[in-house]
């Protein structure tokens, strides 16, 4: 720590797999000298999972030529930094971090050129041409790949193609500036195909209405003599957003989810019921609520979720209600963050009997009304179903998806136990869309479902499968909608860029050592509980996990000494 000036600080940023104990640094920023309020320009680049939890860790430290002087840290998700676009977070000593996340853009616009061809060679002997065009992407080494071909226009040196749709990515790696390389051929019913003329040019002059490119045939070109013009009659670009994108216009996710409390699970009190509560042991229906809930919270500002039961008696009830709120308030089904979940669930067991039969329309159709009576483009609701077999009212469930696939919902099912989900799978279908008894066929697919059994041991795992899916169902509804929302202009950063508040130097250090490129322990996660391997690297953002701090005396007593040493 600088005694006579005011710090040096960088920062080291670490992240942490789901599946991994342990955090590896990805990246660190400049070192920016005497300065408390530091504004560091190199920007961090790091792959983005939606349906992962991705911790990040974010170490500050004073520059010295001996051994830098931790500032502190701080700890999020990734999830929440992107959910949020901008985030102040907390410094383990004092100051604040400011974090902004931006996506690193890959152009995936979609093109539609309408081309034509004007007084191209005549190669037929007793005939006009037969012209087609082949498009080509550079692959940087004088080589090149086949990106598009159209099809043949008979007889004619004027020939109008059909419209070419092509993604900016594939026809030029999203680089509007990279060479593309257009063939005009005349087609041969037998024999090899004559070569009318050829022409290079970049996206950048291909996208504009009007642009005309000569042909020349390699001989005719030393001549000076084209072989005809490729005429750009029209051009239309399709914006094609990101799941990014549309978060940062400000479109939230609204997370509800229904718990199945038929009798099938099993009475609470046997040991082996699907909703038997063990301290020591999450059953099923909590791992799945912790491992979506945890990731799902990240984009949903207020964190305040709705949560139904089906399939059971709740008190006061004298038959089975296929769609009651578990609070037992019909006006406020909502619970406070996954924890609320975690606690509304194991109350509700002593207040609902187990009965049946197992029925989805109930809790779909409630979803349903709220995503109707919401704007769409504000809102993407996300309802995740729980249960333990397969459902009666397969038909109408199926009626119900199909209506609710013009809705800005998605479903995810997952299914606890050791029943036969085989008649389930038809709900997700990821060949083809759902068609209902009355032959309506649904326009996008909404539904991911996934059996529990598959990543027993591994519930991280089973929350990447069920979720993996949505961003791109919520960007289909998006773009079926044709909504294109203002996206705030960001700065020209990429990815994850950090500021800081620090405090002045008069308040004490922690003297940690540092160790560049090292991999970090992480709080080891067990069920819900957060246990420590070491003190050095708390993680105070993490629920379940709380531990004083040194006072400022023992932290001055501790720097002091170091100083002295250091002298």
């Known amino acids: 720590m600088d005694s006579f000036s005011k710090s040096d600080p960088f920062c ?16 660190r920023t400049e070192i920016i000298k005497d300065n408390l309020n530091p504004n560091w320009t190199t920007s961090i680049i790091c792959d983005y999972f939606f349906e992962m939890k991705q911790s990040i860790m974010f170490s500050l430290f004073d520059y010295d030529d001996t051994t830098p002087d931790k500032l502190g840290e701080a700890y999020t998700t990734i999830g929440e930094i992107v959910g949020k676009g901008t985030m102040i977070l907390n410094l383990s000593k004092k100051g604040k971090l400011i974090v902004r996340a931006e996506e690193v853009k890959t152009s995936n616009d979609i093109y539609e050129f309408h081309m034509k061809g004007v007084k191209l060679d005549k190669k037929d002997f007793f005939g006009k041409s037969d012209p087609y065009l082949i498009f080509y992407r550079s692959l940087g080494t004088g080589s090149w790949s086949e990106v598009y071909r159209t099809e043949i226009i008979k007889n004619t040196l ?23 390389k257009i063939e005009c051929f005349d087609w041969n019913r037998v024999g090899s195909h004559d070569l009318i003329g050829i022409t290079e040019t970049t996206l950048s002059h291909l996208a504009v209405n009007g642009a005309r490119f000569e042909l020349y045939t390699p001989q005719n070109k030393k001549k000076g003599k084209k072989s005809g013009e490729l005429v750009v009659a029209n051009v239309i ?15 939230q996710i609204s997370f509800s989810i229904a718990i199945d409390y038929t009798a099938s699970n099993g009475e609470y009190s046997n040991p082996n019921s699907l909703h038997h509560l063990n301290p020591s042991m999450p059953n099923q229906y909590e791992q799945a609520i912790w491992e979506v809930g945890t990731i799902l919270e990240a984009y949903d500002t207020d964190k305040l979720f709705p949560v139904f039961g089906f399939g059971g008696v709740p008190r006061h009830e004298n038959k089975a209600n296929h769609c009651f709120p578990l609070t ?43 995503a109707q009576s919401t704007s769409p483009q504000s809102t993407y609701h996300v309802l995740l179903i729980i249960t333990d077999g397969a459902i009666m009212d397969m038909d109408n469930t199926i009626s119900c998806i199909v209506e609710a696939s013009n809705l800005p919902m998605s479903i995810i099912i997952i299914g606890v136990g050791t ?40 519930p991280a795992a089973l929350a990447a499968e069920v979720l993996k899916e949505v961003p791109k169902q919520l960007t289909d509804f998006m773009s079926l909608i ?3 929302p203002e996206i705030p202009v960001a700065q020209p950063l990429s990815q994850i860029a950090i500021q800081a508040t620090l405090p002045p130097l008069d308040l004490p250090a922690n003297p940690d050592s540092f160790a560049p490129e090292q991999a970090y322990e992480a709080p080891v996660e067990s069920g819900y509980k957060k246990e ?9 953002y993490e629920s379940g996990y709380t531990k004083e701090l040194p006072s400022d005396e023992e932290e001055k007593h501790h720097h002091k000494h170091r100083h002295h040493h250091n002298n």
């Not at 080291?12 to 990246?27: C, M, P, R």
């Not at 002593?350 to 159709?365: C, D, K, M, Y």
Request: glycine residues 6%.
């Open 12 to 27: 080291l940023v670490f992240t942490k797999a789901n599946d991994s104990a342990q955090y590896h640094e990805i990246g």
């Open 158 to 180: 004027d020939p109008i193609w059909k419209p070419i749709h092509i993604n900016c990515q594939k026809l030029c790696n999203g680089d509007e500036n990279k060479p593309i």
């Open 237 to 251: 670009i399709k914006k094609v957003l990101s799941f990014i994108d549309y978060l940062r216009a400000g479109l």
């Open 328 to 370: 037992f308030n019909i006006e406020n089904p909502y619970v406070q963050g996954v924890n609320g979940l975690l606690q509304c669930y194991r109350s509700s067991l002593n207040l609902v009997s187990l009965s049946g039969p197992t029925l989805f329309t109930n809790v779909i159709r409630n979803v349903m009304n709220v």
């Open 419 to 458: 029943a036969d989900f085989s008649s389930m799978e038809q709900l997700d279908c990821d060949e083809g869309f759902l068609i209902d008894t009355r032959g309506k066929k649904a326009i996008r697919d909404i539904v991911q479902f996934v059996p529990f059994f598959k990543f027993r041991g591994n």
């Open 482 to 484: 044709n909504y294109v």
């Open 532 to 540: 420590l391997p070491n003190e050095d690297y708390e993680n105070p």
